[in-house]
């Protein structure tokens, strides 16, 4: 068989060239998201008699104060907040990580009549802008009387569609093996669940809380509508207490967005680890 004389080589002369280009791009996108942030941090530390408002705007406070914190804890029920907030987000996470589980299982393993009906009826209610459905929520907390209370915001977060078609979708990929194993063991479908499913599917689980937890502690228009009481306010109600017709302080606003960014910011990256894709070893290993 003859020998080509040139034989073609690899082009691989571009690829450092491509690499420096993507890594650049990504820099600057990453630059992009971090001076809101650190425009953030910096209003809030600028002490009293600082212009907050120069032109360019400045990154680093001249005269760097704990001036807003110490008025935002001092002259402001913030932990009181922080509690509520923290309750609300920490009993929806496991309501939803218990219920969605709980329904997508059955949804993805078992057969029975009608199962893809409810799982359209299920996916189609992600459609539905929950100012659709604000007004007659509304309506039924007010007939069972929980009105005013932190059980009307965790009640409606209890159970998501998103979160049922994930752990769905999640379920699926688990190999077919390791069930029969587990019935073969004498687990009953509630221990296949438990010994099986959730543990093949701990980072979509943890992605899951993740999703939810961001969404009920940012949660603003639910908690506004449902509650009166100051006491029961949580955080971005009580960020928006700040902020009032007479007086705006930028400082202690900034301040306040601060403290709310941080419980996100310490989750994500305690929890950044475990968000892995699915794999069946972790089921084994279980």
Known sequence: MPVPLHPR????????????AQLILLLLVA???????LWLVSTSLKGPAENIFTSPPALLPAQPSLEAYTRLFGENPILTYLLNSTIVSALAVLANLLFCSLAAYPLARMRFKGRGLVLALVVATILIPFQVVMIPLYLLMVQIGLRNTL????????????GIYMLRQSFLGVPVELEEAARCD???PLGEWWNVMIPAARADLITLAMFVFIGTWSDFLWPLVILDEPELYTLPL??????????????LVAAGSVISILPVLVLFIGLQRYILPSASGDAVKG
């Not at 080589?9 to 420096?20: D, G, I, K, V, W």
């Not at 630059?31 to 942030?37: H, I, Y």
């Not at 009580?238 to 007479?246: D, E, I, N, V, Y």
Request: with cysteine; glycine share 4%.
């Open 151 to 162: 059980w009307a915001l965790i009640i409606p977060q209890a159970a998501t569609a998103f």
């Open 9 to 20: 080589q690899p082009r691989t002369r571009n690829l450092p060239l491509a690499a420096a």
């Open 31 to 37: 630059l992009a998201m971090l001076v809101p942030l």
């Open 186 to 188: 004498g687990c009953t």
């Open 238 to 251: 009580g960020l928006q207490q700040l902020a009032s017709s007479f007086s705006l302080d930028w400082r």
